[in-house]
């Protein structure tokens, strides 16, 4: 039973849950609870026979371990793509923002001696 239909049929008192329906209840709050926290991430389940095809293509083209692994290259790619299509001056200001939640700049940091700390050349 779908957990939305169980629900409102338990709120209404219309039925007396079994005992697979409260296991299949917890296990869904547990699983909701976990993806709420970002402890896990929820499967991207491809029911499009085209969209299946095509992950199976790119899989095959690109030697991929797996449709999963072809899937992420194939979106890494796309991503990349569609970001620098972005004008600069959008792509600009994301990287502004990005730095300005770094927080403010020290004005006492010495670069040249980070560097050559991390050479090893002091």
Do not use: C
């Given at each position: 039973?779908?957990?939305?239909?169980?629900?409102?049929?338990l709120?209404?008192?219309?039925?007396?849950?079994s005992y697979d329906d409260?296991i299949e209840?917890?296990?869904?709050?547990?699983v909701?609870?976990r993806y709420?926290?970002?402890?896990?991430?929820?499967?991207?389940y491809?029911?499009?026979?085209?969209?299946?095809?095509l992950?199976?293509?790119?899989r095959k083209l690109?030697k991929?371990?797996t449709?999963?692994?072809?899937?992420?290259q194939?979106?890494?790619?796309?991503?990349?793509?569609v970001?620098?299509e972005?004008?600069?001056?959008?792509?600009?200001t994301?990287a502004k923002?990005?730095?300005d939640a770094?927080?403010p700049?020290?004005?006492s940091?010495?670069m040249?001696?980070?560097?050559?700390e991390m050479w090893?050349d002091?």
């Amino acid at each position: 039973m779908k957990a939305d239909v169980m629900m409102n049929a338990l709120s209404r008192k219309e039925m007396e849950p079994s005992y697979d329906d409260i296991i299949e209840l917890a296990h869904l709050a547990l699983v909701t609870y976990r993806y709420a926290r970002g402890e896990i991430s929820m499967a991207l389940y491809i029911r499009d026979a085209e969209v299946n095809s095509l992950a199976n293509e790119i899989r095959k083209l690109t030697k991929a371990p797996t449709k999963t692994e072809a899937v992420r290259q194939a979106l890494k790619h796309e991503l990349a793509r569609v970001r620098q299509e972005l004008p600069l001056h959008d792509r600009l200001t994301r990287a502004k923002a990005m730095a300005d939640a770094l927080g403010p700049n020290d004005p006492s940091f010495d670069m040249k001696a980070f560097a050559d700390e991390m050479w090893d050349d002091a």
